[in-house]
């Protein structure tokens, strides 16, 4: 979409480790808040799905006693759906029980209703009911890698969904794993690594076993994504084929978030962090670095960031918005969370002393 | 075997399941789930009993194999069923199973 309407408004989510909020805006400066939604629950996804001139959100809810499960509301919060089947489940065959819902991603305006969904154990999921019931992606499930493929700190997840807009071509990524392509679809996988660097095993460049943090698609040059890996930064302009480093001009190439515009070509949004010994912002200084040519330069943003922030910022921890300019968002693990409406040049805290935040989202949405 | 919402007369008493109050809203607000037996029952037949009629309620007892989540707790005559048989443990008429969360997390 492009400028606002006034019939329009913002809506803003953030899942944290014991619960969610919702905050809504009429101008991204002043939120109202609800919640916590689901107290000492965590919230690892968000899906804000304003297709079918409705807004739904779908959360991955996590419950350490009672286990994961989906739920949406399509009232912004007022009242939670739960399916009483369980929205994702795994089939019985499958010995797989559910752990974590790591990614809920609505699909492109021209497929309403299909949601995708990535999960722990490492498996892909796919809705046409707008996310109420979700089925396994048996390519992915059944992929002959899958022995190989390892488990991150967090678990062993698909935690990057992007689906190109003809619907055909979708790129996933797990930790670990790496980047797996399908241009069927997700009838088949294949793994498309090349040039991304696997400096923990003995061989650094694997077929497959990266450790891809996130990736998300350029909003104007199809076939062109972009990569936050753990230690280095990528694009590739060949549908994955190649992967080329773009982190010169970053202070640190470590890293879990990757953003892109939702409309202007060349434009991302990543958070550095130190490293693997220091995994917080380089020096303590918290920053937000922009690209507007595809990873060619970058330019440190930080203005409204405090001075010192030893907190680091999850790989699901920001988003930004479908408006023009682009708003940016993302929280901090010490339960902060910043919101900039001009694409980053300016941040404000709208929220701070939550939970460590694991999920953030927003949407534009029709005014109630 | 058959579960009742409510007690019913049995020429053997009931296995009662008391829930845990976080957990009462997805048996329709009941604190107590009760079962006709007319002799003893494992644990999992006795869940997979009284859960038919809430899914949800059962999704958050066991996951989609059948395993007790790790945080639930069963005890059956005082003993948590972990220290017994497990699912396969046996229940007799009239004893009272306990559904508790343990103390985990922070």
């Known amino acids: ?368 | 075997m058959s579960c009742a919402s409510g007690r019913q007369w049995s020429p053997v008493p009931d296995i009662s399941v008391v829930l845990p109050s976080v957990l009462q809203p997805l048996a329709g607000g009941q604190t107590v789930l009760t079962a006709s037996t007319d002799g003893p029952v494992t644990v999992e037949e006795l869940l997979n009993s009284l859960t038919v009629d809430f899914p949800i309620l059962a999704r958050r007892l066991r996951d989609e194999t059948g395993a007790l989540r790790r945080f639930v707790n069963i005890y059956v005559g005082g003993d948590e069923v972990r220290r017994l048989q497990g699912l396969e443990t046996h229940v007799q008429p009239g004893q009272e199973v306990l559904v508790i969360q343990s103390v985990a997390g922070g």
Request: proline share 7%.
């Open chain 1, 1 to 368: 979409m492009g400028s606002m309407s006034p019939a329009e408004s913002f809506v803003l989510a953030i899942g944290t480790k014991k619960g969610l909020w919702l905050a809504t805006s009429p101008d991204r400066q002043e939120w109202s808040f609800s919640g916590p939604h689901f107290l000492m629950s965590e919230i690892p996804s968000i899906g804000i799905d304003t297709r079918d001139c409705r807004t739904r959100i779908m959360v991955g809810v996590r419950s350490e006693h009672w286990g994961p499960t989906v739920v949406h509301s399509d009232d912004l919060g007022a009242t939670w759906t739960e399916p009483e089947q369980g929205a994702i489940s795994f089939p019985e065959d499958t010995g797989a029980a559910l752990e974590r819902i790591w990614q809920i991603y609505p699909d492109a305006d021209s497929r309403p209703g299909v949601v995708w969904a990535g999960a722990e154990p490492i498996s892909v999921w796919k809705s046409t009911d707008g996310g109420e019931h979700f089925e396994l992606n048996r390519g992915l499930w059944d992929h002959p890698h899958r022995s190989d493929w390892g488990a991150g700190y967090g678990g062993a997840a698909a935690h990057s969904i992007v689906v190109n807009p003809a619907g055909d071509n979708v790129h996933i990524a797990m930790s670990t794993g790496g980047v797996y392509r399908s241009l069927d679809g997700g009838t088949s996988w294949e793994p498309r690594n090349k040039g991304i660097s696997a400096y923990f095993m003995p061989d650094p460049n694997p077929e497959f076993g990266q450790c891809v943090h996130k990736i998300a698609a350029d909003a104007g040059v199809d076939g062109r994504l972009y990569a936050q890996n753990h230690h280095g930064v990528y694009r590739t302009d060949d549908n994955g084929e190649n992967w080329d480093s773009i982190a010169d001009g970053l202070p640190a190439d470590f890293g879990f978030v990757m953003l892109t515009h939702p409309h202007r070509e060349g434009t991302a949004w990543v958070v550095p962090l130190k490293a693997d010994g220091e995994r917080i912002p380089p020096d303590g200084k918290l920053a937000v670095h922009r690209t507007d040519d595809a990873g060619a330069t970058w330019r440190r943003l930080d203005s409204g960031l405090p001075e010192h922030e030893y907190n680091s910022v999850l790989r699901d921890a920001a988003a930004v918005d479908s408006a023009e300019p682009a708003g940016v968002y993302f929280g901090t693990r010490g339960g902060t969370v910043y919101a900039s409406a001009d694409e980053g040049e300016t941040f404000a805290e709208v929220a701070a002393h939550l939970p460590d935040v694991l999920c953030v989202r927003a949407a534009v949405v029709a005014r109630a």
